[in-house]
T-cell receptor, first 111, second 114 residues
Framework: SQQGEEDPQALSIQEGENATMNCSYK?????LQWYRQNSGRGLVHLIL?????REKHSGRLRVTLDTSKKSSSLLITASRAADTASYFC???????????FGQGTRLTINP | GAGVSQSPSNKVTEKGKDVELRCDPI?????LYWYRQSLGQGLEFLIY????????KSGLPSDRFSAERTGGSVSTLTIQRTQQEDSAVYLC????????????FGPGTRLLVL
């Protein structure tokens, strides 16, 4: 398996429900980031959580990080149709000069 | 400009031809990255620039791929003798200083090799 794997691969929920996506990674990290991508184009940064942080909030987004389990979760509360997109986690591996992206979770919000 | 720009937006080429993809990072950003994304897949790291130097070229798939950056700004990714498997969206991103920071992405160039 690869560094930064998202789970599930696809998620479909009703508008107003909460959406939870998970990310697992393999090696020690400095930080973990979540990005969003609409229609296979450029990614938009959502939130960055550092390795010494356990939880972070930004609007309707809540990110948790468990370094002992090498996992992170992204929670989107009160989902809207406009949240439909692919969501990627990215880790910067200690000692490597690059971000490693997972395969992404395709989130569909049904009106 | 306000964000990262890439050109062209779309490129259709014939197998065997060379293509050049351009990236204009956010002004003042010293770090620049190229990624490749195949349909429905995650991002594949290609190369990273710090200023005009490329400390990490490990992601370039073959010697047909090369990239340069001049003046600490614009970067071009060149693919020689394109193959059908090169068809993908090529994404460029920049960050202020280091890879650990937030990366700002351009809209990508969608390359189709016939």
């Amino acid at each position: 398996s690869q560094q930064g794997e998202e789970d599930p691969q696809a998620l479909s929920i009703q508008e107003g429900e909460n959406a939870t996506m998970n990310c697992s990674y393999k090696t020690s990290i400095n930080n973990l980031q979540w990005y969003r991508q609409n229609s296979g184009r450029g990614l938009v940064h959502l939130i960055l959580i550092r390795s010494n942080e356990r939880e972070k909030h930004s609007g309707r987004l809540r990110v948790t990080l468990d370094t002992s389990k090498k996992s992170s979760s992204l929670l989107i509360t009160a989902s809207r149709a406009a949240d439909t997109a692919s969501y990627f986690c990215a880790t910067d591996v200690q000692g490597a000069q690059k971000l490693v992206f997972g395969q992404g979770t395709r989130l569909t919000i049904n009106p | 400009g306000a964000g990262v720009s890439q050109s062209p937006s779309n490129k259709v080429t014939e197998k065997g031809k060379d293509v050049e993809l351009r990236c204009d990072p956010i002004s003042g950003h010293t770090a620049l990255y190229w990624y490749r994304q195949s349909l429905g897949q995650g991002l594949e790291f290609l190369i990273y620039f710090q200023g005009n130097s490329a400390p990490d070229k490990s992601g370039l798939p073959s010697d047909r791929f090369s990239a340069e950056r001049t003046g600490g700004s614009v970067s071009t990714l060149t693919i020689q003798r394109t193959q059908q498997e090169d068809s993908a969206v090529y994404l460029c991103a920049s960050s202020l200083i280091a890879v650990q920071e937030t990366q700002y992405f351009g809209p990508g160039t969608r390359l189709l090799v016939l």
